[in-house]
């Protein structure tokens, strides 16, 4: 063969070779034009290179220096191809794939709401105190949300403007339902089921037809305690509530009681904390009326008992300074994203 032949067949070669890297903008499309010229089996270029032995003695030295540079313009146009596909840019126009130096797509994780983060932590702080944690039903019927909590029946707690009737109950003319006012209910549902010695905290919702102002909303939480056994006193009461306050907003919290009334309770008071400069009130407490006893089968003169209901909103609020209740609600991922 003659060297012009062989020259001429590694020109065309190589012009066929820059064309098919070029248009190649995918990694699958440049192994492929890799193995079409520069397989080491059936590439063209080793179909050329076969040819070599066709070559004069003379024209060899010549004929092998053209094939060294073809096989070096092949495999830069394949390292440039490469490169293009690594830094996004086509040859063809400049059009990026994609831009590498764009920061990438973050992925943004949820994370737990700051009242159900208080309700984890006020759980916590109660099961150290020997405290269990049950649930109760948020739809509950009037035996357990006002009858067995000694509640009259012109308490005016019942009224039907204050509380969430459930109409379906009303129409099948079944025993009242309503959606829960207080999570006292679960003192009931609780002794009912368990006997003496009890110690439980019950952390959950309750719904009351209030206009939502920076204090109020028509749904809330309660963190509900009840201690039932021999010989319990408001002396363990006022310690459990002050472990428990001094463990939720820190060291230097005092407690106070205010002479109070609940059905529920004899004597009842009103539960102050002293924190940060300032008294504010939690919620109520005290020591289990004997007809509550009574209207679960326990004995009162066996056992007496200890029973509190705080609100969770509030001590969330005042631990971490929020002055409206609403901001709880209203799902602003700005607000909510702090806790
Ligand atoms: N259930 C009462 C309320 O919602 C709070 C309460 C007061 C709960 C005294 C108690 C208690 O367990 O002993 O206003």
């Known amino acids: 063969m003659a060297l012009v032949t062989f020259t001429q067949r590694l020109e065309d070669l190589k012009e066929s070779a820059n064309a098919d890297f070029q248009k190649a903008t ?77 920061p990438g797509t973050s992925y943004t994780l949820g994370h737990i709401h700051p009242i159900t983060q208080t309700i984890s932590e006020l759980s916590d702080i109660m099961g150290r105190l020997g405290f269990s944690v049950v649930g109760g039903p948020e739809v509950e019927d009037e035996d357990h949300n006002f009858n067995a909590l000694n509640i009259p029946q012109e308490h005016p707690a019942r009224d039907p403007l204050d509380n969430f009737y459930l109409s379906f109950a009303q129409e099948t003319n079944k025993t009242p339902m309503l959606l829960r006012s207080q999570t006292s209910t679960v003192q009931i549902r609780v002794m009912e089921k368990t006997k003496p010695p009890i110690r439980i905290v019950s952390l959950g919702r309750v719904y009351r037809p209030d206009t939502a102002d920076a204090t109020h909303y028509p749904m809330f939480h309660q963190m509900e305690g009840l201690y039932v056994d021999e010989k319990v006193t408001m002396a363990d009461l006022k310690t459990v509530m002050h472990l428990f306050a001094k463990s939720y907003l820190g060291e230097g919290v005092k407690v106070r009681f205010r002479p109070s009334f609940f059905p529920f309770t004899e004597p009842s008071v009103e539960t102050d904390f002293y924190w940060n400069g300032k008294w504010v009130e939690y919620g109520g407490a005290g020591m289990v009326d004997p007809n509550v006893f009574r209207a679960v089968g326990y004995d009162p003169e066996e056992v007496t008992g200890f029973a509190f209901g705080l609100g969770v909103e509030r001590l969330c609020m005042r631990r971490h300074n929020v002055t409206d209740i609403r901001d709880l609600y209203q799902n602003d991922v700005q607000f909510l994203r702090q806790f």
């Open 26 to 102: 995918t990694q699958a499309l440049v192994e492929e034009a890799r193995v079409k010229y520069l397989g080491a089996k059936n590439g063209l270029l080793k179909e050329v290179q076969k040819e070599l032995g066709k070559i004069s003695k003379e024209e060899k030295p010549l004929a092998g220096k053209a094939l060294n540079e073809t096989k070096q313009a092949l495999q830069k146009a394949l390292d440039e191809a490469e490169s293009q596909i690594r830094s996004g840019v086509t040859a063809a126009g400049d059009q990026p794939l994609f831009d590498p130096t764009l």
